[in-house]
């Protein structure tokens, strides 16, 4: 009976043990919140919590792009360029070409859709390295974007603002974020899709052995990144009801560490969108918090920067007690 009870506990403090290993992100998060609680009441409070979530939308949508990538084991860092772009093109045949606002909000996303394909096509059939296909459209879509705004913002339709309003006393960038990663779970769980590119980033050319079009993959990868680039760029755009040509810069950055935070290892194979989720509110429940605390937006980026190594060496540890 001994034994038995033994044997009992270790196994319930193993399952444990595994299940924090697998939702560090989501532990870290809890931890985090209960910290910040403690050391300031304007932390839980309604209106922050929605503004934390306001403030997380943008890069968990554009994380959420960026999980199919890296779970290829690619990488793509056009998307803050493209997010940009997107909100521009969408403006300009508003304000230029006097399209509908509707039409304009599809055009801005089939803009996002179309420059995430070329990079696409260019690391699938160029073979070029995604780091070095996306580096150059990052700087074709901001030099893109600059074109034709002539360095000015651009106002945006009403169904574009629509996207950074509120429903109510419900903020529509939540919804957006929120819908954006329902259509992520579903790809990557549901679909053949999703399946194709865990097993392309676990090992290529076993990929390619069994049969998946691995080119062809890749390139809707791409291009669902870039499609979820544009959604953020538009949700950004709405946010200030224009779209501004420096927008996004930066933001690739945020969106990887978002995805590496919630799990996903750079070297492909795993990921998942809830995991996104929690790395892209973990980031902004850091600022969130660190801005209250009054800390120096200089600080923030060191404490972000140890966040994101702490969360790789994590994966790291995580791989060694698995194995």
């Known amino acids: 009976m001994t034994g038995t009870t033994t044997d009992e506990r270790l196994s319930t403090r193993q399952r444990v043990i595994n299940w924090i290993m697998n939702n560090g992100a989501l532990v870290g998060l809890i931890v985090l919140c209960i910290a910040l609680f403690i050391a300031t009441p304007h932390f839980l409070t309604v209106n922050n919590l929605i503004n934390v979530g306001v403030q997380a939308a943008t890069v968990a949508i554009l994380a959420f792009g960026m999980t199919f ?10 998307v803050g360029a493209v997010a940009a772009l997107s909100a521009m093109v969408s403006a300009h045949f508003f304000v230029e070409a006097g399209w509908p606002g509707w039409i304009t909000l599809i055009a801005g996303l089939l803009t996002g859709f179309a420059a995430g394909a070329v990079s696409g096509i260019a690391t699938a059939y160029g073979k070029l390295p995604a780091f070095i296909s996306t580096l150059a459209m990052m700087s074709i879509a901001r030099g893109a974007t600059l074109v034709i705004s002539q360095g000015s913002p651009m106002a945006t339709a009403e169904e574009v603002n629509w996207l950074g309003s509120n429903a109510g006393k419900f903020p529509i960038p939540i919804l957006m974020m929120l819908l954006a990663g329902v259509l992520c779970w579903f790809i990557l769980s549901r679909t053949v ?10 090992n290529e050319e076993a990929a390619r052995l069994s049969g998946i079009p691995v080119k062809r993959v890749l390139v809707a990868v791409y291009a669902l990144s870039g499609l979820f680039a544009a959604l953020a760029g538009l949700v950004m755009a709405g946010r200030l009801s224009s779209a501004q040509p420096q927008a996004g810069v930066g933001y690739e950055l945020d969106a990887i560490a978002a995805v590496v935070i919630g799990g996903a290892s750079l070297a492909g194979g795993t990921g998942k969108a809830t995991g996104t989720l929690v790395g892209a509110i ?4 850091i600022r969130n918090g660190l801005n209250l605390l009054n800390v120096s937006s200089f600080w923030q980026q060191i404490v972000i920067g140890v966040v994101i190594a702490a969360a790789v060496g994590f994966d790291v540890l995580r791989k060694k007690t698995t194995v």
């Open 69 to 78: 990538v890296i779970v290829t084991s690619g990488i793509d860092l056009s």
């Open 193 to 202: 899709l999703g399946r194709s590119m865990y097993a392309i980033g676990g």
């Open 282 to 285: 973990l980031l902004a429940v």
